[in-house]
């Protein structure tokens, strides 16, 4: 059973919006990326939007794109990252986790064990995000089979037809998009129109509508609140921590400098990446409260 009413009905009942960080799991490598996602929940995350590394993320900007080459690189797989996913949901049994994979994963192993090991590993909802809502009957069902929200995309300015089939389609949440874009781009995510998409949306009785894409700041996190949304997703912004971080991990890791100096270096830059996680995450969930 999916956790996100709840989650919903409790920062209703609080006056508080959803935040939710992205991040890939296995960047710069899976023990690392547990300790992120970690330290993202310390920092008050409402629920998390884990990505799985993937060859050719089409709708990502550089940055997350870094982040997939990075944890290709460590090795990572779609079983690895599952791996990850359920030692965190045994931790934290209540916390509604997404997670965000290409198209070609489900398609490679098909739709039924896709969608059954993500149930299985704890998963609340699967947003795919090159697949249109035009093509996702048959995500839908398999999903609906296995336990897990489909959760689609609403595209910016979309046509009425086009909100109401994401609005029909989607549970768990709809992924409002900020702008026309790949992710992490320079342009500031936007709110224009997002008032009127989020209304179209909730008179199809959609699921609770978050905003994507640019959101890197607190103060476009309140904006994205103050226009209708109920929540905001950040994902380069949080990625871009990681990043700074990485090549000191990945050389502490490595072994090059040998014994016990290694294991010191990884255990500060691991401590300074977790420390500004968690500040990023505290500021960011501060600023979906009604102050």
């Known amino acids: 059973m ?3 009413p709840a989650m919903f009905a409790a920062l ?3 006056g508080e919006g959803a935040f939710v960080p992205f991040v890939m799991v296995g960047d ?3 023990t690392t990326s547990e300790a992120v996602i970690e330290a993202l929940i310390a920092g008050g995350a409402d629920a998390l939007e884990l990505g799985v590394p993937f060859t050719d993320p089409v709708a990502d900007g550089p940055t997350i794109q870094k982040a997939h080459v990075r944890a290709l690189a460590a090795g990572a797989g779609f079983s690895d990252c599952l791996e990850v996913v359920a030692r965190v949901r045994r931790r934290h049994p209540q916390l509604p986790i997404g997670m965000l994979i290409y198209g070609n994963v489900p398609f490679a192993m098909g739709l039924e064990r896709f969608y059954t090991e993500c149930a299985q590993a704890g998963i609340d909802s699967v947003l795919l995000p090159d697949v249109p809502i035009r093509e996702s009957a048959l995500f839908s069902r398999a999903a609906e089979e296995a336990g897990i929200d489909a959760v689609y995309i609403a595209p910016p300015s979309a ?5 109401d089939a994401v609005a029909a389609a989607s549970r768990g949440y709809v992924y409002a998009v900020s702008r026309v874009g790949v992710t992490g781009t320079e342009r500031a995510s936007s709110t224009v129109g997002l008032a009127e998409s989020v209304e179209r949306l909730r008179a199809d009785s959609a699921a609770p509508v978050m905003l994507g894409f640019g959101i890197s700041t607190p103060a476009q996190v309140a904006e ?3 226009a209708g949304a109920d929540g905001a997703i950040s994902g380069s912004a949080t990625v871009k921590i990681v990043e700074r971080f990485a090549p000191e991990i990945v050389a502490a890791t490595s072994g090059d400098n ?3 100096g290694n294991e010191e270096r990884r255990h500060y830059a691991l401590g300074a990446l977790r420390s500004e996680l968690v500040a990023f995450t505290a500021t960011m ?3 979906t409260r009604r102050h």
């Open 224 to 226: 994205a609140i103050a």
């Open 12 to 14: 209703k009942e609080r």
């Open 285 to 287: 969930k501060d600023a």
């Open 258 to 260: 040998g014994g016990r």
């Open 159 to 163: 046509a009425a037809e086009t909100l």
């Open 2 to 4: 999916s956790r996100y």
């Open 28 to 30: 710069p490598d899976p």
